[in-house]
């Protein structure tokens, strides 16, 4: 199995199961975070993949899982951030801002523009759209780095 798929099929795996951390009573807050932080880096890595198999000249049709996954866990990544989960409030040391509670409509719109970013990428990977496709990663990247400006610490 290539890099690429592997990650791809990491990052499905951990859109799959993110919903089922964030709403699982006897996770601690800390298990959460675990969960949320390494999904997180999945979701790097995949995006990363894409963009470096756009750089190489690949068809977009070949980043359609990794782009389906990636939008995937887009749905999800809001419930990874419920109550009791920021900074100083488990032992593991979170980059979360606590304008993602105290600012929740604004940062589930943030979320809800990366969203719709990556379900666009999506789409366009599945229709073997190559130029569209390396436009929406910019677009993506857009939705990550707003989100990042505005919600996450240093």
Not at 72 to 97: D, H, N, R, S, Y
Request: include cysteine.
């Amino acid at each position: 199995m290539s890099k690429f798929r592997f990650v791809a099929c990491l990052s499905l795996a951990a859109a799959l199961a993110a919903p089922v951390f964030a709403q699982t009573a006897e996770l601690t807050p800390q298990q959460i975070v675990a969960a949320r932080q390494a999904s997180l880096e999945l979701s790097s890595a995949t995006f990363a993949a894409m963009l470096k198999a756009a750089a190489d000249g690949a068809d977009a049709k070949t980043s359609s899982q990794p782009a389906h996954a990636l939008s995937m866990w887009a749905k999800v990544l809001p419930t990874l951030f419920p109550a009791g989960t920021g900074a100083g409030q488990t032992p593991l040391e979170t980059k979360a801002k606590p304008e993602i509670w105290s600012d929740r409509a604004g940062f589930e719109k943030a979320a809800a523009n990366y969203l719709a970013a990556a379900t666009t990428l999506s789409s366009l990977a599945e229709a073997d759209d190559t130029a569209g496709f390396k436009s929406q990663l910019d677009d993506v990247k857009k939705a990550c780095i707003a989100c990042h400006k505005a919600y996450k610490g240093r």
